[in-house]
């Protein structure tokens, strides 16, 4: 049973951040409460003050420009799937949101709800690391960008600041010299482990390489060794069991109650082969 608490509905996003300066560390952004309310539910943390920005306009819409994809930040995960300009432009986003939890979480559940709570098993933190994602951050003192490999500093923390409100995703757009693909394992709603790649290729050979493992540590984490692998080499499938060797021993794990290291370290090690893999046969390339 949740405790007494009140919700406030800000018509800006000023608004939103001076009510969360206000109230301090008593107040906390309510979006789709997915996450949100399960922890208060399960009396891990209590808000006296939630701070509803659904009630701000134009957070939840996904627009196009000359190089990248802006998503608002309440926007939901199944408005994602089924935006025909993602479908079209982004499909392995599109694909990946298909598949977070179940239907009912992906009709409540924003995009910038799922970021901003950074548990580590997260389906889109993976993908949009490895796409050079940029977030936008406001505040009653104003906006500023931050790339999304910065955003996330551990299990449940970010480098939001208190009284900031991330208000959208920009997605650049894949150059057409590149592919990409993202690779899950799951028995539950939330992934045991994730891979996320994007290849550029020129002349037959890998010019640039950007590989993120996550849900198995307490962020996603690039793997910088078993990218350079890649880098200069022709795009075949020896090479990417080795670079997937290489992920497997380079990638930072926590152990916990449910999954060893050495199981983690094996999860990454296949996603990371299947993700090179099936961005080969994307590019068409046996």
């Not at 018509?11 to 206000?22: D, F, H, I, P």
């Not at 499909?91 to 977070?100: F, G, I, K, N, R």
């Not at 939890?101 to 992906?106: F, T």
């Not at 992920?247 to 449910?258: I, P, S």
Request: hydrophobic content about 45%; proline content about 5%; overall charge negative.
């Amino acid at each position: 049973m949740l405790s007494r608490f009140v919700i406030h509905e800000p018509k800006s996003v000023e608004e939103a951040s001076a009510l969360l300066t206000a109230h301090g560390p008593e107040a906390a952004i309510y979006a789709g409460g997915t996450e949100l309310l399960v922890v208060m539910k399960e009396r891990l943390a209590h808000f006296p003050h939630l701070v509803n920005i659904k009630t701000i306009p134009g957070l939840g819409e996904i627009s196009l420009d000359t190089s990248s994809i802006s998503i608002g930040a309440l926007a939901t995960h199944r408005a994602i799937e089924h935006s025909a300009l993602v479908r079209e432009r982004l499909p392995v986003l599109a694909e990946l949101e298909a598949h977070v939890a179940n239907v009912r979480v992906r009709a409540a559940g924003t995009i910038g709800g799922n970021l901003c709570f950074a548990e580590p098993h997260s389906d889109p933190a993976t993908l949009l690391v490895a796409w050079g994602t940029t977030l936008t951050l406001t505040s009653a003192e104003g906006a500023r960008e931050l790339p999304v490999e910065d955003f996330f500093l551990g299990m449940l923390e970010t480098a939001r600041q208190h009284d900031e409100v991330l208000t959208s995703i920009r997605v650049p757009l894949l150059p057409n010299d590149a592919v990409s693909a993202y690779e899950r394992f799951k028995i539950h709603e939330r992934p045991t482990a994730t891979v996320a790649v994007v290849l550029r290729l020129a002349a037959d050979e890998i010019v640039e390489a950007r590989i993120v493992a996550g849900s198995v540590g307490p962020r996603p984490m690039r793997l910088p060794l078993a990218e350079a692998m890649l880098v200069g080499q022709r795009p075949v499938r020896a090479l990417f069991a080795s670079a997937a060797e290489r992920a497997r021993d380079e990638v930072e794990v926590t152990e916990d109650q449910f999954e060893s290291s050495d199981y983690k370290r094996h999860l990454v090690r296949v996603l990371a082969e299947r993700a090179l893999t099936r961005a080969l046969e994307w590019n068409g390339d046996e």
